[in-house]
């Protein structure tokens, strides 16, 4: 039993490699405009795997992800165009304002359930959406907001950006890995499976739902940020409701339970619409009909079970032999509070 | 004076008609326990549908093309119902609510690009109704909007009479009450289930056609009223019928008035959604049930 | 579980990437295309003057000329116009093609779909130079993207003869490669400004879609009908996918004015219009209906039905009471091939295309700096009429005319034209102004 784990553990790190060092290289060998590609690949990446941290761990199917992107994008916009604050620096005011927005809408929307929340946090979405438009005058609207390069006029190179954005998806991969596999990701599946059990058995249900909010809503604001200063030109139409539906169907196509399937979903999916150029709105009819289909008879996705088989991970989330509300039953898990 | 009359009035006209695709939508969350993601995209294909019949054939009666929309959208929706939203209430399908939150979610941006692939991007319009306007004293209105209008309203009672007259109607609302009672007394859930899903996208399908005479339809034309009826069910209640209509009327005139009265006149038209959805925001959260709805089970 | 061993390893290969990132090259990698066509059916005669300019670069032998076109294909973008430029585009380079092609060479084209999007407009161009190596770029219809574009094209010093976008920063950015056959957006104003005037409407009201090209549009307006006097104008402005225009239609029949401007790009021309006539407010005997230049299309009529009677806007194309012997042969050519009349924007797309070819010809060769040079001497006769720039690097705009004149065609044609019956094409509707080329009333009111 010991010799299989060990041996499926280094063979995931050996494929988990692999795949890096091809990531790594691709500027090699790559032109510009497949980089550009990627980043936006790497960009989605990122808000699918949070949005599957969020929806396939914690339960909170949320349609206010784009959201938190565009408020992370337009706060370095806003303050770089009219405070002259930096391209970093306003990054990280973008996180942290999409963080402080995720903490009100997280918990404004602990009681509610599935559809519920969908249609709350679609309307929080609508709402600014119409807010951002409507001021115009001070958001440039639809004539676009012009933002700064995060490297500055000179370096025109797509190659520094490239390597940025994959950065940044890594970091936030582990961050979000380590957060998943620790505690906090244990009572938050147990949260997900059985509230009331988890909560009786004293693990703090407000203080994780929320946490995990602030947490994937800081990401889509860093993410928004990057892309901000990546893209330097950013509308309302980046947070529209379709873009959202994107952003889930990567995540439920690559595998809502897996950060790496989601992710993964994510990087493919895009890359594959760009490939699929010349079928123009048939792209996206395909990749709706795969949505539906994995819902129906793929829950886990389309990706993870190949990870899965290939690398012998745990069986599926939902049918391990011991659910983790039983896990948290049989740990002490009385909160610090 | 006369302009607060005029808005209003074109508030309530317009109203009664959101009610009857919110309706659809309340009677499928009544019976199905389902929030129906993609009912703006069949209010779509019933303007379609309409569209494309009247031009096939070109001496159809455009009140018939309406009620054949209705139809072949029912059928769609009795398809979609069958495999894929039944399997829920067979115990098939893990976490059910989540999954019909993005099951409908997913056909919505499944019909949209479908519709766009196959319809293409440019807008078309069925043949009126009736031409011209029609003066109502307090305000003109054209005569396409007042026959989809007078239309809407004459379908609301028609279904009220059929929710509390006829044994479907019943049937109905047991099945919303408490599924399990009654099965125990002969009635079959699950095709009860199909019927709501069926009538209730029928519905939006004829709510689209009968608008499309006065908003020509697009690919995306159903985005906006989707949202709407969101709005309007959670504001009349969920599952509650009055509730729909009441909710309808009232989002009518506040889209209406909100437009009409905002402080900046310049701009009060791009924010003439945002008004409903922000009383959407504030009655879920401090309302869940609104109006007439029951308390959560 | 997670060891910190793990952790150190990728802290570890993140810092092998942050060095990476500062140390690696841009690696261009040339594409080498295959060629479409190589049959060269007769000799073209080279003009007298070759222009020999060293190469800073060795660029290989190429068989064919490859050019680049940009336009809205898809929604968000103005997909009508985009793909009637992308047809009349297509046209051109076949004729030209069939003619022998440019330098003795067939030419290939390359169309980018912009989506209306400035960052995929950037994206695009950089793909089409970097990646395609095409030596001219051709085309774009709106403001906002094409403003970004010429950025790009600026960067690698590519030709760009811009067909259709209006912003006055296109060329009063004064860069050598952009080069612009549209109107811009003040002397676009000022036909339909100098239009009111003339008529002598004194209270005009407009809705204006909320965009980059409704602002710029709106604040043109209002700045020269204050100019010319004209003070009581009020703007209003509406998304262009506004369903409803009822609540503000209903303000504005409170105090109804002589003129009702519906600026809506899309399906909200019609829906306006169409409610504003429902309303019995316009077009009437007290108020006249301007509408935007979406009116010329085919469904205009099938989404307004009568309402579109009387209702006028501004074309920017060439009305058929101005064609000379190229347009007639231009337009049957056009319907023959793509079963539809072709509007302004294929027009100007169409000598947008020639221009930019006929310049590689004049230059002899595929150069840049020889091309830019050739399109500033360049006199052609396209289907819209004479063309030639006027400010060009040996005759820099002076200070009395605006900057914008930088490199663009001093008359392109632009006109308000008014239908007078209902299913009337914008072919047939009569010319209203500038008075001196129209051929039908200066105003007919219901």
Redesign the interface.
Known sequence: MKAKDNFSLSLQ?ILGGIL?VIA?LV???A???WL?VLIIAYFYALLASSWSLL?GYA?Q?S?GHMAFMAIGAYTTGLLGRYFGIGPFLGIIFGTLMAGLMGLAIGA?VLR?????L???T???S??LR??L??E?DITR????LSIVPLLGEEI?????Y???M??VL??CM?LM??LA??RVGLFLRAIREDEEAAAARGVNVVRYKVLTFVVTSMIAGLAGGFFAHY???I?P?IMI??QM??V??MA?VGGVESLFAAAMGGIIIQVSLEVL?EF???R??I???L??IT??FA?DGLIAPIMQKVMGTAPKA?LRTQTDAQKVAKEDVLDES | MDYLLALAATGVIMGIIYALMAMGLTLIFSILNVINFAHGEFYMLGGYFSYFLLTLFTGLNPFVAVFLSGLLVSVIGLIFEFFFLRPMHLGRIERPPEYAVLITFGLSFFLQNLALAVFGPYPHRPTSFFSGAVDLGVVRVSTDRLTASVLSLILLGLLLLLINKTWIGKALQAVSQNKDAAAVVGINPLRMNTIAFSLGVGLAAIAGALLAPSFSIMPDVGAVPSIRSYVIIVLGGMGSIPGSILGGVLIGLVESLGAGYFPDPSRGLTYKTSFGLIIFALVLLFRPRGFFGRKER | MFRKKNLMGLLALLLVMTVLAGCAPEVVTETVRETVEVTVKETVVVKEEVVVTPEEEAMPEADTILIGAVGPLSAPGSFQAGTEMRNATEMAVDEINDAGGILGKQVELIFGDTEGLPERGTAVVERLITQNNVVGLTGEYHSGVGLTEIEVAHKYGVPFVQAETWADEITSSGYPEIFRIAPSIDFYSSIATNYIAEVGWEKIVFVVENSDYGHLQSESWVAQLEALGITDVEVFFADADTEDFTPILQRIMQDPPDMLAGVITGIGNSRMLRQACDLGLAPTAETAYYASVDSQYPEFWENVGDCGQYVFFTYVGLPESLWNEKTGGFIAAYEERYKQAPGGSAMAAYDGTYLLLNAIEDAGSTDSQAIIDALETIKYTGVMGDFWFEYTADNPVPASEPAWMWHQWPTPNTYIIQYTEVDQSAGDAPVVYPTERANGDLYTSP
Do not use: C
């Open positions: 790190w890096l790594l500027p090699l060998f032109q510009t405009y550009h929806a339960g199917f349609f404004l509610f359930k599935a559809s519920y969908a249609l709350f679609i309307a929080f609508e709402i119409m807010i438009n409507g115009s609207g639809d004539q676009g025109i190179s797509r190659v520094p490239y390597y940025i994959l950065a890594l970091v582990v890995y380590w596999n620790s893209i330097t030109l509308t139409n409701i379709p539906g994107l889930i169907a439920i150029r123009g709105a048939w996206l009819v990749f709706g009909a949505l539906i819902l129906r829950r939902e």
